[in-house]
Structures are given as structure tokens and as C-alpha cells.
């Protein structure tokens, strides 16, 4: 049986148990939010050399790294150094979104190295694979795309991306309206590609039971992706976004029958007073379902930046009730991110999760800033290192720093403001 239907049957497993404790919260309070579909544990029966990790209602908001190859550059050794940095950064998952090289190989090889879930997008390697064999996405298979979802379970992928709302009629939709920039997401542009030269619904769609019993089978998490989020601030909020949405909200209660864990994915570039309303808004639609947000990059002129743009949303929405936060890269919009690109990338949303969690009232949140304020009032500078998000980054500055004393730094040197006035409080 799934997570899902053991949490229905009133049964407390060791995943469930692990979770639970690393989160300080009640077992049975955890099995009920997961009974519920608002707290999933992403973990594939045949992937057993991870510790589980929970995601959604009242647990602390998780990151999560992508990494992989692209066509124009392929090294496997790199993809696992980026993995490497990735989870010693903290990140609590990755995804592999290779496209290049031998897609297979370079998954299998993240899943035997990782410590964390892992997720794909098995478009990717559906329309890669068309387009070396038969020359072009237009001649890809629905029995492609099931061979492919179904060889990476068998591998114990553990959470798969999957763009069951671009659906005819959401692309009807998106024609109609217009945009800037119309489709931004690959996994979206594949599908509606092959939809629109066959004239042939999405077969994540029409054969969504199919999907259905394929993760069910393996105990795989579908995290219901946003094929038609909005590529630009200008797009937000826009009717082929929310008819998407729509969608994904009734195909959820599809796979929750079924007893397959579900999270939703959106919302892309939007102003950042857009935010909470889309949250909110995904929330309704799809009954508490775990919201896996990408950014959102509340600016559309961060390049070389982006990763700030995308901190500041994801703050925001974390605060409002995302539960799930992806990264983005110094390099998004520009290239495949560096092994130094990937661990700012995790740092960054990592920040901003956490500033979500205090908002949010997440006790180990906020006593760690405590702890940290503690630390700093002492000016115990190892301590204050010890404490940091980044504790390599913090010491290589203060090892480059020669202060006038152990006990200050050389922004303030003897005019320390906390030395000055605990020496003159005496505590």
C-alpha cells in the first residue's frame, strides 16, 4: 500500500515516524495531514538509500535543487559534483532534468549518489529519445511516454513532474488571450508541440488513470506540473494559468482516490502582490495539496540575479502558504548553472524558506535566530559561524578579515556597539 492509503487505514509507518520526529511534530497528527493529501512524503519502494522528507501543512517549508545535462553540454562527473554541493547546501531534494548524454545513465547515476528524494520531468526524456529515433517531438508515443514514466519508477525516482493540465483547451485559451511570451515551460512547449501538429489531446490527460496506477504501483509522488505558468510579470494571473489550475485541481482528486500523494506546482514570474493571492487561490482549488512553487521571480530584469528575485518571492509565498520551494540559479535565463551557481542557488531559497517559517510561527525556525542573537550579543564569533545558513562562506570571511581585537570585526572595530554596551551594562 501507498503512504496515502496506509494514512487512511490508521496506519503510522516508520516513514511516516521519521518524518514526524525530524519535525517535532505528533506521529498521528502527521498521518491524519497525509490521510488528507496536505502533507506528502515523496519516496519510491525501490529508492531505499534516502531518509524520507515531508512536505506540505505545518511543516517546515523544504527546497529543492535541479540539476542535469543539457544537449550542448554533457558531463556526468559534474551533474554529480552539482549534486554533492546541492544536498551539502542543504537542499532536501533534487530533480534531474537532463537532456543530454545518455539520460538513463546520468539518472541512475544521481539516484545511486543522492542522500535526498529525487524528482524528474519524464517528458524530457520522451521527447529526447523521439527526437533521436523517429527525428522530431511530433512523433512521440503516448506508449513512449508511459515506457519512460514507468522504467524511471522501476529506477525509484521519487517524485515526477508531470504536465497533465495543458490540455487542447487551455492552448485554445492561451491563443485567444495572447502573451508575451506564451509558453516557458519545456515540459509544456514538448506536449503542446506534439497536441497541436496530431491534433491529439495531452496523453497525461486523456489516459491520467494510466499515470495513475504506474504511481501508485511504486508509491511515486506526482507533483502536477504548470505547463502554462506565466513566463513573464505581464502573464501572471492570466485565464490559460488558472484553467490549467482548475484542472489540476480535479485530476488531483483523481489520483487521491486512488491513493496516490499529489503536489502542484506553479506559479512562475509575477508581481510580487500576486503572490498571495495565487496561493491562496491553489490552495482552494486544489484542497491543501501541497504547493511546489517555482520562484516565484517577482522581477523580470534579475538576470545574472535571479536567484534574489526568486528569494524574495518564494519568502512570500512561503509566508502565504507554499509549502515547497524550487530554486533558481545566478544562471536562470542564461546557461546551465556552475557547481558554484547550484550551491547559491539552494543558499538563496533556503533564506527565504526560513524567513517563511518564522512568519510563519515555526518554533525550531525562530530559536535558531535566537540562538543566533545569543551567540552574537556574547560575540562569540565560532559560534555565530557555526549557526550561520552558509557556514563555509561566513568563516572564509572572517578568516580574511585581521580585526584590531578577537572579540570585534573590522566593520565597527573598537566602536563594537554590542561590546561597548554590555561592557557598560556589565552583562
Not at 116 to 132: D, F, L, M, R
Not at 197 to 209: H, I, L, S, V
Not at 281 to 295: N, S, T
Request: proline content about 4%; aromatic content about 6%; glycine content about 8%.
Amino acid at each position: 500500500m501507498t503512504q496515502l492509503e496506509q494514512a487512511r487505514k490508521g496506519v503510522t509507518t516508520e516513514k511516516m515516524q521519521y518524518v514526524a520526529k525530524k519535525e517535532n511534530i505528533d506521529s498521528d497528527v502527521l498521518r491524519q495531514k497525509i490521510a488528507r493529501g496536505t502533507v506528502v512524503i515523496p519516496l519510491n519502494i525501490n529508492h531505499t538509500n534516502i531518509s524520507p522528507v515531508g512536505i506540505g501543512e505545518g511543516l517546515s517549508i523544504k527546497v529543492n535543487a535541479n540539476i542535469g545535462t543539457s544537449r550542448d553540454h554533457v558531463d556526468i562527473e559534474e551533474e554529480i559534483s552539482k549534486l554533492q554541493a546541492a544536498i551539502e547546501a542543504k537542499a532536501d531534494t533534487v530533480m534531474d532534468l537532463s537532456t543530454g548524454g545518455d539520460v538513463t545513465k546520468i539518472r541512475r547515476a544521481v539516484l545511486n549518489n543522492s542522500t535526498v528524494p529525487v524528482g524528474t520531468v519524464p517528458i524530457y526524456q520522451a521527447a529526447t529519445e523521439a527526437v533521436s529515433n523517429s527525428g522530431g517531438i511530433i512523433h512521440l508515443t503516448p506508449d513512449l511516454l508511459f515506457s519512460v514514466v514507468e522504467d524511471q519508477a522501476k529506477d525509484g525516482v521519487d517524485f515526477m513532474t508531470i504536465h497533465c493540465g495543458v490540455t487542447l483547451s487551455a492552448l485554445e485559451r492561451l491563443r485567444l488571450q495572447g502573451r508575451i511570451t506564451d509558453i516557458v515551460s519545456r515540459g509544456g512547449a514538448f506536449l503542446a508541440t506534439w497536441m497541436l501538429y496530431n491534433n491529439m489531446e495531452n496523453p497525461f490527460y486523456q489516459y491520467f488513470d494510466r499515470l495513475v496506477s504506474i504511481a501508485k504501483k511504486y508509491d511515486i509522488t506526482l507533483s502536477l506540473g504548470d505547463g502554462l505558468r506565466p513566463g513573464s510579470l505581464s502573464d501572471a494571473t492570466d485565464r490559460a494559468q488558472i484553467q490549467e489550475l482548475l484542472t489540476l485541481g480535479e485530476l488531483t482528486k483523481r489520483a487521491w482516490n486512488a491513493g496516490v500523494q499529489v503536489m502542484i506546482e506553479g506559479p512562475g514570474h509575477m508581481p510580487l502582490d500576486h503572490v498571495e493571492a495565487n496561493v491562496v487561490l491553489q490552495k482552494q482549488l486544489c484542497k491543501g495539496a501541497p504547493f511546489y512553487v517555482l520562484g516565484p521571480l517577482v522581477t523580470d530584469i534579475a538576470t545574472g540575479y535571479d536567484h534574489i528575485a526568486c528569494a524574495i518571492g518564494g519568502a512570500v509565498a512561503g509566508m502565504a502558504g507554499a509549502d515547497f520551494l524550487c530554486y533558481v540559479t545566478p544562471a536562470e535565463h542564461l546557461k546551465l548553472p556552475s557547481i558554484e551557481d547550484v550551491k547559491e542557488g539552494v543558499i538563496a531559497s533556503r533564506i527565504a524558506a526560513h524567513a517563511a517559517d518564522i512568519a510563519k510561527g515555526h518554533h525550531d525556525a525562530i530559536q535558531w535566530d535566537i540562538e543566533m542573537s545569543k551567540a552574537r550579543k556574547a560575540l562569540d564569533w565560532n559560534k555565530q559561524i557555526s549557526l550561520s545558513i552558509a557556514p563555509s562562506k561566513a568563516q572564509a570571511y572572517r578568516a580574511d578579515s585581521k580585526p584590531s581585537s578577537n572579540q570585534v570585526c573590522t566593520m565597527c572595530g573598537e566602536f563594537c556597539a554590542i561590546k561597548i554596551v554590555r561592557d557598560y551594562f556589565k552583562s
